[in-house]
């Protein structure tokens, strides 16, 4: 397998994994209307002998989609480190320093890393 081959099986792998993604936040988005449609029905302001419980219930579930959400977006800036460093235009390939794929993944705009 020459380099070019790798690189679009790397290529192949990353849109996979990108699908892969897209299908985890798709249930996670269902997930989370269920979750609201339960909450907005059951965390009535009666159910609370006090608001600070309330308040307290309410920012632990906000805390959960926001590690959900931090954890996604991690996970897609590593994914898009590993594809910069794939398309890497200055890197040498004996093309005279561009990519195996000419300029059709400019990802920098034009300007050197």
Not at 94 to 105: A, D, I, V
């Amino acid at each position: 397998m020459n380099r070019e081959e790798a690189l679009l099986q790397m290529l192949e792998s990353t849109a996979k994994i990108q699908q892969h993604i897209s299908e985890i936040l798709d249930a996670k988005a269902v997930e989370a209307e269920k979750s609201r449609n339960w909450i907005c029905s059951h965390a009535k302001e009666s159910c609370f002998a006090e608001y600070a419980h309330q308040l307290k219930h309410s920012m632990d579930i906000h805390e959960q989609m926001i590690e959900v959400i931090d954890a996604m977006t991690k996970m897609e800036n590593s994914l898009a480190r590993n594809l910069k460093t794939i398309l890497n235009r200055n890197e040498g390939s004996g093309s005279g320093g561009m990519s195996p794929f000419g300029s059709m993944f400019d990802l920098d705009g034009g300007s050197s890393s």
